[in-house]
């Protein structure tokens, strides 16, 4: 009887604690709901895409520019991994999107196969700091399966609240 509790309490708690982990992206989840300026919201208020018809919104757009200067070089084209980083276009569906800030601005270290890798830290790189949210979306679209590989086709216009942005960040 007790023993029967402790299984019965073991397969409840179990699934519920995985869920909480780390729920996957998906393409459900990323779906825009909310727009603000020309940039998207998912139901729980985090950066998204939006891409109808082969056309990107703008973050999505400028987040391939800006993950093409300064994150490809280790990470590779298109967020495809190298041998040295992580293929985001696959990890950012494990990744939250606070999880994802920290990570970009603190960097990181490890030992892989006792060789020590790092992961730079950007919190003081206007370049990247200004455009993670766009880098992240993009980053979604790609690890959700929304975005193919490449240079976005057709975007939209650059909305006025990103120039006004860009301007107080870069300038800040
Ligand atoms: C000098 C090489 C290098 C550059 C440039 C670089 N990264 Fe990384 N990044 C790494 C390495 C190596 C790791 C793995 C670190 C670890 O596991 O401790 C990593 C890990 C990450 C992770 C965690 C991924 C995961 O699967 O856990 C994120 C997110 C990330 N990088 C984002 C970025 C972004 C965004 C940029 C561009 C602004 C960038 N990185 C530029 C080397 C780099």
């Known amino acids: 009887m007790f023993a029967r509790f402790i299984i019965s309490a073991v397969a409840v708690v179990l699934p519920l604690a995985i869920g909480t982990a780390r729920a996957e992206d998906s393409k459900e989840k990323a779906a825009s709901v909310k727009e603000e300026d020309g940039k998207h919201f998912d139901a729980e208020g985090n950066p998204t895409f939006k891409i109808e018809n082969g056309v ?20 590779g084209p298109d967020g495809e991994g190298s041998s040295y980083a992580p293929a985001l276009a696959k990890t950012t569906r494990n990744i939250d999107y606070g999880t994802f800030l920290s990570i970009v601005a603190e960097g990181r270290k490890s030992v892989v196969g006792g060789k020590e890798v790092v992961m730079p830290a950007f919190g003081e790189n206007k370049n990247v700091y200004c455009y993670l949210d766009d880098i992240y979306i993009y980053l979604r679209a790609r690890a959700v399966g929304a ?3 490449g240079r976005p086709p057709k975007k939209a216009d650059k909305p006025e609240a990103a120039t006004a942005y860009e301007a107080s960040c870069m300038g800040g």
Do not use: I, Q, S
């Open 56 to 75: 990107v919104d703008w973050y999505t757009f400028n987040g391939y520019r800006r993950y093409h200067a300064d994150c490809h070089v280790c990470h």
């Open 147 to 149: 975005a193919p590989r």
